[in-house]
Nanobody
Framework: QVQLVESGGGLVQAGGSLRLSCAAS?????VGWFRQAPGKEREFVAV????????YYQDSVKGRFTISRDNAKNTVFLQMNSLKPEDTAVYYC????????????????????WGQGTQVTVSS
């Protein structure tokens, strides 16, 4: 099992920035972020391996969001810049130990471990 605890959400104006953190009880092969807006399905945002060798983003956040990790603290970050009202959602941290097909786990929304989520609200 892995415990994932998100923090850093809040209310920000459009164009502003937030940095989300996800503290993990142990390292897995991959860790990433999803989000779910009201009335919408949960969607993939970004994923990274703890080695840093694999990083992928959803197209709508490329160039605005940056995923990174601090291996010493077992913590993954999501730096979100140039925020838009459509970025408003509950953001979830997710992780998985599987190596084979690791990328597809995030595109299909099926990592094994999930955090409780943190609310991000972007006002216009």
């Amino acid at each position: 099992q892995v415990q994932l605890v998100e923090s850093g959400g809040g209310l920000v104006q459009a164009g502003g920035s937030l940095r989300l953190s996800c503290a993990a009880s142990r390292r897995t092969f991959t860790v990433g972020w999803f989000r779910q807006a009201p009335g919408k399905e949960r969607e993939f945002v970004a994923v990274i391996t703890w080695s840093g060798g694999m990083i992928y983003y959803q197209d709508s956040v490329k160039g605005r969001f940056t995923i990174s990790r601090d291996n010493a603290k077992n913590t993954v970050f999501l730096q979100m810049n140039s925020l838009k009202p459509e970025d408003t959602a509950v953001y979830y941290c997710a992780a998985d130990d599987r190596v084979q097909g690791s990328r597809s786990l995030y595109y299909t929304g099926t990592p094994d471990y999930w955090g409780q989520g943190t609310q991000v609200t972007v006002s216009s």
